[in-house]
C-alpha cells in the first residue's frame, strides 16, 4: 500500500506540471530511482545525473525519500525536486552531493538530511567547486557533521534556502568569484553562520543580503574565529545589507582584513561580544543604518596597530549594551561601549542609549588619528565620548554632538581605561592641542 501510494504522488506531481514541462525534464523515476525505497540508491541516481547532465535536461525527483550516499555532480547538472517533500537521506561519503567543476549546476527544492554522519574536514552535505552560473534555491539542508554548503571559486546564486543543526558553519563562501548569498534562513549552526573567506587577500565581491541568521555557537572556543552571524576574511568589495540577525555568541558580522566592506541595513540582536566588528588590517569600511540591540559592544573599527583604518560610520542605532564579554576572550578588554574607532574614520549621526561604559570610545592608547565625530546623540552613557590623550595619539574633531546624562562627562580625555581630564565640553581642551572639541550640547 505505502508503494502505492508513493506511486499516486509521484504521478499526481507530474501531471501537475505544464506539458511543456514534462517534456523538457527527465523523470527520475524512468531512470530507476524509487521514492521510499528501503535500499540505498547511490549507483542509480550516479547513472541518472550522468544521464540528465549529458542530454543537458534537469532531473526531476518526485516526492519521497531516497537513500544515498556522494552523488558526484558533472558540469551542467540540474536537479529540481518538490520543495519540502523530496528528501535525499545521507548514508556516508566526503559529501552527499559534490561537484568539482560546477559549471552552470542547478540544485532546486530538494531536502538533504546529514543525521550526523561523519564528514571529513572542511566538507559539507554540499560541496561544489570552481563554477560559474550555480543556481541553489528552495533547499533545506540540516543534519551536518561538519559544514551545511561549501562553495569554493563559485559564481552564482544561492536563494531562498534553509540551513539548520550543522556542527561547523552553516554556509562557507571561499574563494568567490561573484557570488549572492540571498534570502537563506540559517538556524542553530554550532559555530558560524555564513563564512566568506579569501585564501590570499584581494577582490571578491560577494554579496550577503536579506539573510535571516538565528542560534549562532562558538561550540569550539577561541576569542572570536567562532560565533559570528556572518564572518568575512580577506575578502574585498563584500556587501552585507539587510540581514536579520539574532543571537550569535560573538558578532552579527564580523570583517577581518576585509577591504572595502561595505556593512549597512542590518538588524542585530542579543549578540555576546561587538555587534559589528571590523578588524585586523582592513581598509575602507561602511558601517551604515543598523540597528543594533544587545550587545557587549555596538561597532568597532580598531587594530590600527595592524594597518586598520578608514572607516565612515554613520546613522546606526545602538542600545541595551552590556559590561561583560563572553568566555575565551581577555577580560580586561573594553566592553559597555557603544563605537569605537582608531584611525581615518567618520563617526556621525548615530544615536547610542544606555552604553555602560562610554557612547563613543576614541583610540586606543597612542592608537588614533584623525577622527571626526559630529552630530551624534549620546544618552545615559557615564562618558559621552571618551578619547585617548596619552602621549603620541593623533587628532580629532568633537563637534555639535548631543550628550544627555553622562555623568562623568560629555568628552572626557583618557589614558586607556583611566580618565584623566575633566569634562572638555565644559572645560576646553586644555594643553590637548591635537582636539578640537565645539558646538557639542550637553545636559
Known amino acids: 500500500m505505502l508503494a502505492r501510494r508513493s506511486f499516486l504522488f509521484a504521478a499526481a506531481a507530474t501531471l501537475a506540471l505544464p506539458a511543456s514541462a514534462r517534456a523538457s525534464t527527465l523523470d527520475a523515476a524512468s531512470l530507476g530511482l524509487k521514492p521510499g525505497a528501503a535500499e540505498d540508491q547511490t549507483r542509480a541516481m550516479q547513472r541518472a545525473v550522468e544521464t540528465a547532465a549529458g542530454s543537458r535536461m534537469p532531473l526531476r525527483l518526485a516526492p519521497g525519500a531516497y537513500k544515498v550516499g556522494e552523488i558526484r555532480l558533472p558540469a551542467n547538472t540540474q536537479i529540481l525536486g518538490v520543495r519540502g517533500a523530496t528528501r535525499l537521506v545521507f548514508q556516508g561519503g566526503t559529501a552527499c552531493l559534490s561537484a568539482p567543476r560546477a559549471d552552470m549546476v542547478t540544485l532546486s527544492g530538494l531536502v538533504i538530511e546529514g543525521n550526523g554522519k561523519a564528514l571529513p574536514e572542511k566538507r559539507g552535505l554540499i560541496v561544489l567547486e570552481h563554477g560559474r552560473g550555480l543556481r541553489l534555491e528552495d533547499c533545506e539542508i540540516a543534519g551536518s557533521s561538519h559544514h551545511g554548503i561549501v562553495l569554493e571559486g563559485i559564481e552564482g546564486l544561492v536563494r531562498g534556502n534553509t540551513v539548520s543543526g550543522v556542527a561547523k558553519a552553516a554556509i562557507v563562501a571561499l574563494d568567490s568569484r ?134 565612515n560610520i554613520h546613522g546606526n542605532i545602538i542600545r541595551n549594551l552590556v559590561n561583560r564579554r563572553p568566555a575565551g576572550t581577555d577580560p580586561n578588554d573594553p566592553a559597555g561601549i557603544g563605537i569605537s574607532a582608531e584611525a581615518d574614520a567618520a563617526i556621525s549621526a548615530n544615536v547610542i542609549e544606555g552604553a555602560p561604559t562610554a557612547g563613543i570610545q576614541l583610540g586606543w592608547g597612542q592608537y588614533m588619528r584623525d577622527l571626526s565625530v559630529t552630530a551624534n546623540v549620546i544618552k545615559g552613557a557615564p562618558v559621552g565620548i571618551a578619547v585617548s590623550v596619552v602621549p603620541g595619539a593623533g587628532q580629532a574633531l568633537i563637534a555639535d554632538n548631543l550628550v544627555q546624562g553622562a555623568r562623568i562627562g560629555a568628552v572626557v580625555g583618557m589614558e586607556w581605561k583611566k580618565p584623566v581630564t575633566g569634562d572638555m565640553a565644559r572645560e576646553g581642551v586644555g594643553r590637548y592641542a591635537q582636539l578640537s572639541v565645539s558646538g557639542n550640547r550637553v545636559r
Open 178 to 311: 561573484g557570488l549572492t548569498l540571498s534570502q537563506n534562513t540559517i538556524r542553530s549552526a554550532a559555530n558560524n553562520g555564513i563564512l566568506v573567506w579569501r585564501t590570499i587577500a584581494g577582490d571578491d565581491g560577494t554579496i550577503v543580503e536579506a539573510n535571516r541568521i538565528e542560534e549562532i555557537g562558538a561550540r569550539d572556543g577561541g576569542s572570536g574565529q567562532n560565533g559570528n552571524a556572518i564572518n568575512v576574511f580577506r575578502a574585498g568589495n563584500v556587501t552585507v545589507s539587510g540581514n536579520r540577525i539574532r543571537g550569535a555568541a560573538f558578532s552579527a558580522v564580523r570583517a577581518n582584513g576585509a577591504a572595502n566592506v561595505a556593512i549597512t541595513g542590518n538588524n542585530c540582536a542579543s549578540l555576546g561580544e561587538v555587534a559589528v566588528y571590523v578588524e585586523f588590517g582592513f581598509e575602507g569600511a561602511v558601517v551604515a543604518n543598523n540597528i543594533i540591540d544587545g550587545a557587549a559592544l555596538g561597532i568597532v573599527a580598531t587594530n590600527f596597530n595592524h594597518g586598520g583604518r578608514l572607516a
